[in-house]
């Protein structure tokens, strides 16, 4: 490269202080003198010829430029970071992500046992609200994720497919009494959404050929499927909810099925890690255990659409 690079110790010293907009706490949490952060910060600024903080006598605040590179810079110290964790010693510890709602009907449970039973690997679990499941191994504090997609995670990440995501209509078995439902009358039912896109009733409705005939502007919103399956549990109306995670209520008779069709989205829940994970034994530890956990199907009479 032809162009000189700033030393990583300026860069890192300057990050700190505009964190905290203070030289003497930067200092602090660097262990270094409050000298040598202000010489580190002058390096920089002669560097790059302009100002990185306004200075009002013993008080400092960034300047644009300034603020500028503290937002870059941190989002690099971040990677760094994850990147250094990778390679720490503690490679019998997984970090996992994951959906809440996955987390509290499945996911808990599972690796509780896991965790008992693989002495030589343990998890630690982060339980993440997502509207849209995602993760960035190079930015996040995680080894691997548990995601609801189709399976294309990136060229960099491996994948493993655990269950398919079945949607179906659910309502508490009193709701509306005990009259039979049909898909022309729908529109008379109180509509439950877990998604505020409404995206769930839209895929089901799409299945079954009639989503221009229902009105999908109406009805509670929810944030997540947990929640619209809670709703439902309460008699508030029917929500739409993966027939995988409610299998448990549906047997037991806390939930009733209205419409007997199950519609596959394309979607499932993927095991998913970095290719270039260094801890690639505990991860294929961790996968052939949660093939083995996976939820099944409620033993009842339902159609099953792809």
């Given at each position: 490269?032809?162009?000189?690079?700033?030393?990583?110790?300026?860069?890192?010293?300057?990050?700190?202080?505009?964190?905290?907009?203070?030289?003497?706490?930067?200092?602090?949490?660097?262990?270094?003198?409050?000298?040598?952060?202000?010489?580190?910060?002058?390096?920089?600024?002669?560097?790059?010829?302009?100002?990185?903080?306004?200075?009002?006598?013993?008080?400092?605040?960034?300047?644009?430029?300034?603020?500028?590179?503290?937002?870059?810079?941190?989002?690099?110290?971040?990677?760094?970071?994850?990147?250094?964790?990778?390679?720490?010693?503690?490679?019998?510890?997984?970090?996992?992500?994951?959906?809440?709602?996955?987390?509290?009907?499945?996911?808990?449970?599972?690796?509780?046992?896991?965790?008992?039973?693989?002495?030589?690997?343990?998890?630690?679990?982060?339980?993440?609200?997502?509207?849209?499941?995602?993760?960035?191994?190079?930015?996040?504090?995680?080894?691997?994720?548990?995601?609801?997609?189709?399976?294309?995670?990136?060229?960099?990440?491996?994948?493993?497919?655990?269950?398919?995501?079945?949607?179906?209509?659910?309502?508490?078995?009193?709701?509306?009494?005990?009259?039979?439902?049909?898909?022309?009358?729908?529109?008379?039912?109180?509509?439950?959404?877990?998604?505020?896109?409404?995206?769930?009733?839209?895929?089901?409705?799409?299945?079954?050929?009639?989503l221009d005939?229902?009105?999908?502007?109406?009805?509670?919103?929810?944030?997540?499927?947990?929640?619209?399956?809670?709703?439902?549990?309460?008699?508030?109306?029917?929500?739409?909810?993966?027939?995988?995670?409610?299998?448990?209520?549906?047997?037991?008779?806390?939930?009733?099925l209205p419409?007997?069709?199950?519609?596959?989205?394309?979607?499932?829940?993927?095991?998913?890690?970095?290719?270039?994970?260094?801890?690639?034994?505990?991860?294929?530890?961790?996968?052939?255990?949660?093939?083995t956990q996976?939820?099944?199907?409620?033993?009842?009479?339902?159609?099953?659409?792809?």
């Amino acid at each position: 490269m032809t162009e000189r690079i700033p030393a990583l110790y300026s860069l890192r010293a300057f990050e700190v202080a505009a964190r905290f907009c203070s030289f003497s706490k930067a200092a602090s949490e660097l262990s270094v003198t409050q000298s040598a952060v202000s010489h580190h910060v002058k390096a920089l600024e002669e560097l790059f010829g302009c100002s990185l903080f306004e200075r009002h006598g013993p008080k400092i605040t960034l300047t644009d430029r300034g603020r500028l590179l503290a937002e870059e810079l941190k989002v690099g110290f971040k990677i760094i970071e994850s990147a250094c964790e990778l390679l720490k010693v503690d490679r019998h510890r997984l970090r996992l992500k994951a959906p809440s709602t996955l987390t509290i009907r499945w996911l808990l449970r599972a690796l509780d046992k896991f965790n008992r039973v693989e002495g030589n690997c343990s998890v630690q679990l982060s339980s993440v609200w997502m509207d849209v499941d995602e993760v960035d191994f190079y930015s996040e504090p995680y080894d691997c994720a548990i995601l609801l997609g189709d399976g294309n995670f990136g060229a960099d990440v491996e994948s493993f497919k655990l269950f398919d995501e079945w949607l179906i209509p659910i309502c508490s078995p009193g709701y509306k009494g005990a009259a039979d439902f049909k898909l022309s009358s729908l529109n008379k039912y109180e509509l439950l959404h877990p998604s505020t896109d409404r995206r769930d009733w839209r895929r089901w409705l799409k299945k079954m050929g009639c989503l221009d005939t229902i009105n999908l502007e109406r009805g509670q919103l929810f944030d997540t499927l947990d929640q619209g399956i809670a709703a439902a549990l309460q008699g508030m109306g029917i929500s739409v909810a993966d027939l995988v995670l409610v299998a448990q209520e549906v047997e037991l008779g806390q939930l009733r099925l209205p419409f007997k069709s199950a519609v596959a989205t394309g979607d499932g829940y993927y095991m998913t890690w970095l290719k270039a994970c260094p801890k690639a034994k505990q991860m294929t530890q961790l996968r052939k255990y949660l093939s083995t956990q996976v939820p099944s199907l409620p033993a009842t009479d339902v159609d099953y659409l792809r």
